[in-house]
């Protein structure tokens, strides 16, 4: 995280990165294996970019209860894929139309549009295969609870649901409680998932321990879509890695165009003392998630 204030925080931020990129490496399709154009193009939108925000969340919440390495690494990649797959449709075409995503052509762009929806149809199974097969210290009830925890996120009443609020939104101005039901959606719940996946990898959770992470990941998901809303308005294209001012163009309600962008990074900061003042209760071991929700908040990407 070239952009952290803490060098210790940037070094795990980077260890936790490095894994991921490892892991996906590993684990998705070789590209040379038949279709080798859906996996090249699978890979191609998983490999090599990408802050890592929701994996270093699930290896942050696992620290808390103690989660083993290797669900960590199935977990975090999961949630990545679902992620990755979100970002080829959200730029299609018939979504938002971006030909820039970390600071390369779009999936779609690079390939073509057919490849880029089967992509993300494909890394969304590819996502649940690698939850299927993890192991958790607390036995496959727990694996069965991840895999709806992560298919209610991504589905109608999660990130998909959002996709479709945001799209129904187009040239309207929404209301605060309109705003966040949709950011809640479309962002915050894959977030959330995050945190509790997580959270579920390891032994010693609590169910305190699990309220006061659900309370912090409801704030720190808000405030990342928030954030994004501030960035697509008065981002830097070079360190964004994808087009600023498409919201304002596309005719899109965010936090910026319906409050403006001191309201806009007003609230960013109540979310995120919101967001610390959930981790009080869980003391020394929150340490990385206080200094993820301090990079939510301050990043410039
Ligand atoms: C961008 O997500 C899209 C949103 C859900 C706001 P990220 O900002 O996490 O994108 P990458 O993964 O770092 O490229
Ligand atoms: C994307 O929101 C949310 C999902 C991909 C689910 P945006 O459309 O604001 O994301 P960017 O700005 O293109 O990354
Ligand atoms: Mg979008
Ligand atoms: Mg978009
Ligand atoms: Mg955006």
């Not at 958790?136 to 298919?151: F, H, K, Q, S, Y």
């Not at 169910?207 to 809303?229: I, P, R, S, T, W």
Request: hydrophobic share 45%; with cysteine; proline share 5%.
């Amino acid at each position: 995280m070239p952009d952290a204030p803490n060098p210790d925080f940037a070094a795990w931020a980077r260890e936790g990165q490095k894994r991921v990129e490892e892991a996906l490496e590993r684990l998705l399709p070789a590209a040379t294996l038949a279709p080798t154009r859906l996996h090249e193009a699978m890979r191609y939108a998983c490999l090599g970019g990408g802050k890592r925000v929701r994996p270093l969340l699930v290896y942050a919440a696992g620290q808390v209860v103690g989660g083993s390495p290797d669900a960590l690494d199935r977990a975090a990649i999961a949630v990545e894929a679902i992620h990755a797959y979100s970002l080829v449709h959200d730029d299609l075409p018939c979504m938002d139309d971006d030909v820039l995503r970390r600071g390369r052509p779009t999936c779609h762009v690079r390939y073509d549009e057919a490849t880029a929806m089967l992509v993300g149809d494909a890394l969304q199974s590819f996502a649940f295969e690698m939850l299927a097969e993890i192991d958790v210290p607390a036995g496959p009830a727990v694996v069965v609870e991840m895999i709806r925890t992560l298919a209610q996120a991504a589905g109608s009443r999660g990130m998909a649901g959002g996709q479709a609020i945001d799209l129904a939104a187009v040239g309207r101005t929404l209301t605060l409680p309109e705003l966040e039901m949709l950011h809640i959606h479309k962002t915050g719940a894959l977030i959330r998932a995050s945190i509790v996946l997580g959270a579920s990898c390891g032994a010693e959770r609590s169910a305190d321990q699990v309220a006061a992470l659900q309370a912090f990941a409801k704030a720190a998901g808000l405030a990342f879509q928030v954030v994004d809303d501030i960035l697509d308005s008065d981002g830097d294209p070079a360190e964004l890695g994808k087009t600023p001012g498409k919201d304002a163009r596309a005719n899109k309600p965010t936090y910026v165009t319906c409050l403006g962008l001191s309201e806009a990074r007003q609230h960013a900061r109540e979310l995120h003392d919101q967001a610390l003042r959930a981790l009080d209760p869980l003391g020394a071991r929150a340490r990385r998630l206080r200094e993820l929700a301090d990079f939510i908040v301050l990043r410039r990407h």
